[in-house]
């Protein structure tokens, strides 16, 4: 491991015609670190990894590698190593050959070949496979055989793109979890792409979410969750997602369906917010706001209640034990602390 | 259909029921032969028949200048056929003819749908104008090389070597250089095949393995030595065999630009065999000369599926 893998995006623009599909992007990563590009599909998050991939040029902007401006660098010189949604292994060559193409192409001698492939296989478990053609491995050996491929060359930075989009679900938590472990043993900055949130959560140590073409937050899983900084955010982030409801600030107080909540967020004067209540802070209290509950989701250990306020849908997290009937009104609280305020035009945080 | 269900009927209805449903069978197969039958005597007429009819007239003397010879003679065409100069040249001419013209077709139609895959606009009109040749007929294109491209001082190519300052040359009546002219026209005709085959093959080759072999740090030449060129070998392999197939055989392109001359410096086997058996009439020999040209074609035929076969 080169023990590096700094990288840096500065103002980075990329106009496919006339459609802007990244508006000035700036994030650095740190090395060893693990950091997802996280947002929904056409966000920009594919487009930001081929460019630091240096797979696409961006329009404008500069990517630094190291300190060391790489923005006009071809993808060859660049020292990467990136694992593919659709794997991209080479179809006429056996497991073992996949993964040594790399070093071949780096003239390696053949007696550092061998031992090496062998020691990338058996870190991903695929070292009984290394005979195997790629059309004869189920997804997730494929997938493996891709890790091994991208780990065996020890680059300095490493790349994934939706890599486990592809497994079923099963495999997928399994192939998660080896990840964050293999990175670690590693040691080295991984750039991680996905739309799934749980999946950026788990792995990533900081994280960047993209929304039509920009980065809206950069930090880490916890900070996002706790403080999205905006609407948007808020509403993409946690599953089920903060609930967002228009409501009107009173010197300290938000004021949802005819109902005061205390907040300790802080806005000056009088004005229309849009509330931001994550279902799982929700508490049921009596004396609270009234609402009925429409829609009961049974997880198991937990139960999501779609709630109706007086028109307005919430929807809450409640453990398992003391789950209300469909139908019922019940009396929802939450703390002031958990009240998140937006200003429903700019949609930033207040 | 065929087939009977045995229920609960029992043993002793079962007997006659199989016996039904054997009849039942036998009738099919006598109704589908029967639809066979045309389509089956027309090829054993047109194509079994001539064969054998071939081998046949080649163990006989039948010359039509000298009727009164005529005869049984056995091998005696064969054994002439082995000690005849004339058929090693031949042999050689096609031999040579047939590698050539194939690999030119090969490398440049691989070269060609290399340069058109990465064409951002034109794509389709370069892909029909490109298919042009193909199109017509063998005949057709000799003539117009012979009169149009060849003809020394007109022709374009005289003209194109005159400003290149090598000066008029006489395509078709210089030895070596009509064996150049007719491998060119071959595979100027024959090119555009090989090109649409292999163009097809490319574009459907994943981009995303081409993007990770550049992550992988394979230049150019690497990728297209460990890449592309064994993904396309299945294509190649094809339009290798179709083309060899063809070219063993190719009769009209020459016949009508140089007819195998000057003097024999263009006369394939099968060009020879025509002359032997319709200029100089001599039916057996020239018969023995077609067989010995259905045995060459099958041995590298053989041998080009055992290739498509192997690994």
């Not at chain 1, 497994?167 to 043993?185: G, H, I, P, V, Y």
């Not at chain 2, 020394?152 to 000066?167: R, T």
């Not at chain 2, 060129?229 to 009769?251: K, Q, S």
Request: charged share 20%; net charge positive; with cysteine.
């Amino acid at each position: 491991m080169s023990g590096q893998g700094q990288v840096s995006f500065r103002n980075i623009v990329k106009m496919h015609g006339e459609f802007a599909a990244l508006k000035g992007v700036n994030f650095d990563i740190k090395p060893g670190e693990f950091f997802a590009l996280l947002g929904p599909s056409g966000s920009g998050k594919s487009t930001t990894l081929r460019i630091l991939a240096g797979l696409d040029a961006p329009t404008a902007g500069r990517v630094l590698i190291d300190d060391k401006d790489v923005t006009s660098t071809d993808a060859r010189d660049r020292d990467i190593a990136m694992v593919f949604q659709s794997y991209a292994l080479y179809p006429h060559m056996t497991v073992a050959e996949n993964i040594a193409f790399p070093l071949e192409m780096a003239k390696l001698p053949k007696s550092e070949i061998a031992p090496a492939v062998k020691d990338a296989a058996r870190k991903v478990k695929i070292d009984h496979l290394l005979d195997r053609k790629p059309g004869q491995l189920s997804g997730g050996q494929q997938q493996r055989c891709a890790l091994a491929r991208a780990i065996v060359r020890k680059a300095r930075l490493f790349l994934l793109d939706e890599p486990l989009s592809n497994l079923d679900a099963k495999l997928r938590l399994e192939t998660r979890a080896e990840l964050k472990k293999l990175q670690r043993s590693l040691g080295v900055t991984a750039v991680y792409v996905t739309h799934d949130q749980e999946e950026a959560m788990t792995l990533a140590d900081r994280m960047a979410v993209f929304m039509s073409g920009e980065i809206q937050q950069v930090g880490t899983p916890a900070e996002v969750f706790a403080r999205p900084n905006s609407i948007d955010i808020a509403g993409f982030i946690g599953n089920p997602p903060m609930n967002l409801v228009p409501a009107r600030y009173v010197d300290g107080d938000v004021i949802i369906a005819g109902h005061r909540l205390k907040t300790t967020a802080t806005t000056a004067g009088e004005r229309d917010v849009v509330v931001g209540l994550r279902p799982g802070a929700l508490r049921l209290a009596e004396g609270g706001l009234g609402a009925r509950v429409d829609l009961i989701e049974d997880l198991g250990d937990t139960a999501v209640l779609d709630l109706d306020c007086a028109g307005t849908m919430i929807r809450m997290r409640v453990a398992d034990g003391n789950i209300p009937g469909e139908g019922d009104t019940i009396s929802i609280t939450a703390r002031p602390q958990d009240i998140h305020l937006f200003d429903p035009a700019t949609r930033r945080r207040l | 259909m065929t087939t009977t269900a045995v229920t609960s009927a029992g043993i002793a209805s079962e007997a006659p029921r199989s016996d039904f449903g054997r009849v039942l069978a036998q009738r099919e197969r006598r109704f589908a032969a029967a639809l066979l039958a045309p389509a089956f005597l027309a090829l054993l007429a047109t194509t079994t028949f001539p064969l054998l009819f071939l081998v046949y007239t080649s163990a006989f003397r039948m010359d039509l200048a000298m009727p009164f010879t005529n005869g049984f003679v056995g091998f005696e065409n064969y054994q002439v056929l082995l000690s005849d100069e004339r058929f090693w040249a031949s042999l050689l001419v096609s031999l040579v003819y047939t590698g050539s013209t194939v690999a030119l077709q090969v490398i440049i139609g691989l070269a060609l749908a290399l340069l058109v895959m990465d064409m951002k606009r034109g794509q389709g009109w370069f892909r029909v104008i490109a298919i042009l040749p193909v199109v017509l007929s063998p005949a057709v294109v000799g003539m117009i090389w012979r009169t149009f491209m060849l003809a020394p001082e007109f022709g374009i190519v005289d003209f194109l070597a005159i400003n290149a300052g090598l000066g008029s040359k006489n395509w078709l009546g210089d030895p070596t250089l009509a064996m150049v002219s007719v491998i060119a026209i071959h595979t100027w005709q024959w090119t555009p095949f090989a090109f649409m085959v292999l163009l097809a093959s490319l574009a459907s080759l994943p981009e995303d393995i081409y993007e990770a072999a550049r992550l992988d740090r394979a230049s150019a030449w690497q990728r297209f030595r460990r890449i592309t060129l064994p993904l396309l070998r299945p294509a190649i392999v094809m339009v290798i065999i179709m083309r060899t197939m063809v070219a063993l055989t190719a009769f009209a392109a020459i016949f009508t630009v140089t007819a195998g001359g000057p003097g024999t410096a263009t006369e394939i086997l099968n060009l020879y065999a025509y002359r032997k058996s319709f200029t100089e009439l001599s039916i057996g020999y020239g018969s023995a000369l077609a067989v010995a040209l259905l045995i060459v074609t099958i041995i590298i035929s053989g041998l080009l599926f055992a290739m498509r076969r192997a690994k």
